[in-house]
T-cell receptor, first 112, second 111 residues
Framework: GAGVSQSPRYKVAKRGQDVALRCDPI?????LFWYQQALGQGPEFLTY????????KSGLPSDRFFAERPEGSVSTLKIQRTQQEDSAVYLC??????????FGDGTRLSIL | QKEVEQNSGPLSVPEGAIASLNCTYS??????FFWYRQYSGKSPELIMS????GDKEDGRFTAQLNKASQYVSLLIRDSQPSDSATYLC???????????FGKGTRLSVIA
């Protein structure tokens, strides 16, 4: 079966532009997580959905970051007015309830 | 602040040797523990999960958990050059919650 799918794989944007990153989880996975991974670091939590409900957004670094999962499947992470410090790999993971998380290949975001 | 600590390495071992990767965590109430392997430019891939004290073996991999010492390790027997990657230790504080990751240990297996 298909794994977690993320798009685009690479995104280059100019500072100040808005970007949208997409995550298509494994079919049937209730839980969906977004992480940010800087070079040489482990992934850091951004936000978590259970079905369509955003249960935890404590890791979002600023109000420029917004995530949604309106139908409990595909999720979009939006970053408004991008800054250079937003450059990172954005990872999406999905899981069944209380089961190990499986990651997509990530979106590598570069802000110029 | 929940923390997971790993030695960043690089850890270099000769082909065929045992590689030992270590991780400590700060949240004593943590319930589940994972090792992910991440090749450069790729996503983390789950290789081991462990939930109770003791050892868990899967092929060449053995995970060890000691909750009293807040310590989890990964042993890789008969290391191969293809095992060269960054190994991320991840801890689930409890329930269906986000993972807390260490920074990863870079392993290099020398042929």
């Amino acid at each position: 079966g298909a794994g977690v799918s993320q798009s685009p794989r690479y995104k280059v944007a100019k500072r100040g532009q808005d970007v949208a990153l997409r995550c298509d989880p494994i079919s049937g996975h209730v839980s969906l997580f977004w992480y940010q991974q800087a070079l040489g670091q482990g992934p850091e939590f951004l936000t978590y959905f259970q079905n369509e409900a955003q249960l935890d957004k404590s890791g979002l670094p600023s109000d420029r970051f917004f995530a949604e999962r309106p139908e409990g499947s595909v999720s979009t992470l939006k970053i408004q007015r991008t800054q250079q410090e937003d450059s990172a790999v954005y990872l999406c993971a999905s899981s069944l309830l209380n089961q190990p998380q499986h990651f997509g290949d990530g979106t590598r975001l570069s802000i110029l | 602040q929940k923390e997971v600590e790993q030695n960043s390495g690089p850890l270099s071992v000769p082909e065929g040797a045992i590689a030992s990767l270590n991780c400590t965590y700060s949240d004593r109430g943590s319930q589940s523990f994972f090792w992910y392997r991440q090749y450069s430019g790729k996503s983390p891939e789950l290789i081991m999960s462990i939930y109770s004290n003791g050892d868990k073996e899967d092929g060449r991999f053995t995970a060890q958990l000691n909750k009293a010492s807040q310590y989890v390790s990964l042993l890789i027997r008969d290391s191969q050059p293809s095992d060269s990657a960054t190994y991320l230790c991840a801890v689930n504080p409890g329930g269906n919650t986000p993972l807390v990751f260490g920074k990863g240990t870079r392993l290099s297996v020398i042929a």
